[in-house]
């Protein structure tokens, strides 16, 4: 076996994880120094109270107004609050729209930011954040938006609904398959994103049956965990870019529109991943089989949406989305027209299948901003 050179940046992120390690919140601000911790969470998230009684007068402000896509009007009301309490940490509880709020602010108010995930969105472990303005989304970079510490504790994700479940944790194998088809990707990312597909395949369905599996939750976690790890050095692909103009554009739920796009994006990149491909659908379970049937299946044993359709876009909606979605850079050169098609496919439900016709390189975008 031949191994090329590449480069791989270690996120700095302490990271602690194991059940009941939410009470270890106050410990790690006093590691970092801090004295004055402003709270943002989800209004009824698990493990908020804990985070609350366990900072105690430290706690100088709290903030609980969060939305998905994380609005540019939100972060500005929110940052003005913590410049306001002169907090010099932020602990952030909650599912993506959460930490992505917090990621926000301290790209503008820069002090240690302390994540306690409680879905299996991964972008805690990323410099990577988005934000919306009217009907686009926008996603970057910035090390100053990556946390310093993100607490896992899988006891706050027992009894989450599988209707969060289910699509959080596509997001996270979505996270992985960007992982797989990066320009960015090597070995080691490759290792973490395959090692994740096997935790969320084993551990999903037994979450969704049993939401109070505390073993499932441990390994749906770890996989979130190791799939955000990959995603911080080979970045997101064209299943996020469809899934952010879709959110921002229409409002879509950010983790839904995964389980719906992600087996047609599987299915389009096939044939110029071979052998990455193959290690997925090993990763899935059946090394001889079709990875885009193989999670569009584990999609639909597991309840979550398979169509567009189910989650509120339209026939009509396409074609204006597929203008909005760079297409390029991508492992399969694709157009505006492919993308319309995957998406009429996606609207519908239908189950995936490779594709094969030629399609023609678009130019490719220079901007570090994405457009969504």
């Known amino acids: 076996m031949n191994v090329g050179a590449f480069t791989f940046e270690s996120p700095s992120v302490r990271v602690i994880f194991g059940p009941g390690k939410v009470t270890s919140v106050a410990e ?48 500005d009301r929110a940052w003005a609050a913590v410049e306001q ?9 909650g599912g993506g729209s959460a930490t992505g709020l917090a990621k926000a602010v301290v790209r503008n108010y820069p002090v240690p930011l302390i994540a306690v995930p409680t879905t299996y969105a991964g972008s805690e472990m990323t410099s990577i954040y988005g934000l919306t303005d009217g009907d686009r989304k926008l996603t970057n970079r910035d090390p100053r938006a990556k946390p310093a510490v993100v607490v896992y504790d899988p006891e706050l994700t027992t009894g989450l609904a599988p209707a969060v479940t289910g699509p959080s944790a596509f997001n996270a194998l979505a996270h992985c398959v960007a992982a797989l088809g990066s320009p960015a990707a090597n070995p080691v990312t490759t290792a973490l994103a395959l090692e994740a597909v096997k935790w969320i395949r084993e551990c999903l369905p037994n979450a969704i049956g049993e939401p109070s599996d505390l073993p499932a939750r441990t390994g749906l976690q770890l996989g979130a965990f190791l799939a955000g790890t990959a995603l911080a050095t080979a970045g997101t692909g064209l299943n996020h870019r469809i899934c952010h103009v879709l959110g921002g554009m229409l409002n879509l739920s950010h983790a839904d529109t995964h389980s719906v796009v992600l087996p047609h994006i599987v299915a389009l990149n096939a044939p110029a991943l071979p052998e990455q491909m193959g290690r997925l659908a090993q990763a899935l379970g ?11 299946d584990l999609a639909v044993r597991c309840g979550v949406a398979t169509d567009l359709r189910r989650l509120g876009a339209r026939p009509e909606d396409l074609r204006a989305a597929a203008e909005r979605i760079a297409v390029d850079p991508n492992p399969r050169a694709v157009t505006r027209a492919d993308i319309e098609e995957l998406l009429t496919r996606a609207l519908s439900g239908e189950r995936p299948h490779i594709v094969t016709r030629p399609t023609s390189q678009l130019p490719s975008s220079d901007s570090n901003l994405q457009k969504g």
């Open 28 to 75: 790690q601000t006093d590691l970092l120094g801090a004295k004055k911790i402003f709270l943002i969470a989800a209004r009824n998230a698990t493990g908020a109270t804990h985070v609350e009684q366990a900072l105690g007068q430290l706690l100088v402000g709290r903030w609980y107004d969060v939305a998905q896509h994380v609005p540019v009007e939100l972060v």
């Open 286 to 296: 059946h090394a001889a089989g079709d990875p885009a049937e193989q999670l569009w």
């Open 85 to 93: 309490c002169g907090a010099d940490c932020i602990v952030t509880v």
